[in-house]
Nanobody, 115 residues
């Protein structure tokens, strides 16, 4: 089992920045990929970015050049640096981990981009 705890959401003006953090605990040695998804009411949850244990990254087209995912394997934490935020980035952001057999989710953190 893996437990994920997110932090760092909040309200920010368009053009601003936020950094999300996700701390993993439990059977972390089995984790292959960690990442961030987001969801708005009435829509499916979508991938924002993910990163493998080897450091390979993958981004949604809508966030390329603005968001950066990174991983601290000593602290067992993954970060999402979000710059140049837009109103359409408003969503609940969920941390995700996959260990070759199961998917794990955090509780979600709200990000609101508004004047």
């Amino acid at each position: 089992q893996v437990q994920l705890v997110e932090s760092g959401g909040g309200l920010v003006q368009p053009g601003g920045s936020l950094r999300l953090s996700c701390a993993a605990s439990g059977s972390i040695f089995r984790i292959a990929v960690m990442g961030w998804y987001r969801q708005v009411p009435g829509k499916e949850r979508e991938l924002v970015a993910d990163i493998t244990t080897g450091g390979s990254t993958n981004y949604a087209d809508s966030v390329k050049g603005r968001f950066t995912i990174s991983r601290d394997n000593v602290k067992n934490t993954v970060y999402l640096q979000m710059n140049s935020l837009k109103p359409e980035d408003t969503a609940v952001y969920y941390c995700h981990a996959y260990d070759y057999s199961s998917n794990y989710w955090g509780q979600g953190t709200q990000v609101t981009v508004s004047q």
